[in-house]
């Protein structure tokens, strides 16, 4: 079984929702902002190439006016993105060991939306769209610094397309061995959970499973009574 920070979130946030996705693999109803993400993704991954698409939440405004603004560790974006040394939609893959690994046939992997060089320093940075987190979570590129932790230099960047606003932080040695208890830790009781039981609270209003959920609920309270 290989594993994701999409999955293991998921299971944290709900066994049962991560069942529903990673082991019955069901498609999940895709919301307005899954749509606008996707596809403000596919834009800055394609840049400078324009894509002849209309859209409905106008990402490419979203998009043209963040290219237009955002500034990372004093370069501009769209000078990363064409004239520095970067890669778009880097596909890593590391063994139960943390050893690197190709991205199919892996025990953890991930896609990195820009990496880049800023002199010695290894610069990692994912793209957001939705609400600006002040106390930000850097789990997710946290896992992703795991493949370049023999670097001396790495740099994690979240870049909130929306709002022009970046939260970053600089990788530890100790950061790393947290990482890698979590993920060692948190996909062992995975491995061993046999129920996926449901995890009810605010999070099942944005759930992409919900309606199967509460169809299955129904079901089960019928055969009761």
Excluded at 88 to 109: I, Q, W
């Amino acid at each position: 079984m290989s594993f994701s920070f999409s999955a293991l979130s998921a299971y944290n946030t709900c066994p049962f929702s991560y069942k529903l996705s990673y082991i019955d693999k069901l498609k999940p109803v895709r919301s307005s902002a899954l749509v606008k993400g996707s596809n403000v993704h596919s834009i800055l991954e394609n840049y400078p190439k324009i894509q002849d698409k209309e859209y409905k939440y106008h990402e490419d405004k979203i998009t043209e006016q963040f290219l237009n603004n955002c500034i990372l560790n004093n370069i501009s974006l769209k000078e990363i993105l064409t004239k520095r040394k970067s890669a778009r939609e880097f596909r890593f893959g590391l063994t139960r060991n943390f050893e690197n690994d190709n991205f199919k046939d892996s025990f953890y992997h991930g896609i990195i939306d820009l990496i880049y060089f800023d002199n010695d320093e290894l610069n990692i940075c994912d793209y957001k769209t939705g609400k600006y987190k002040e106390n930000q979570d850097f789990s997710q590129l946290l896992t992703y610094s795991l493949f370049f932790k023999n670097y001396n230099k790495i740099k994690i960047n979240y870049l909130y397309v929306e709002h022009n606003k970046i939260n970053s932080k600089v990788v530890t040695k100790e950061d790393i061995e947290k990482t890698q208890d979590f993920i060692i830790k948190t996909t062992d009781i995975i491995l061993q959970d046999k129920d996926f039981k449901r995890n009810c609270g605010s999070h099942c209003a944005w759930c992409q499973f919900r309606e199967k959920c509460d169809e299955m609920l129904e079901d089960c309270i019928s055969s009761i009574f």
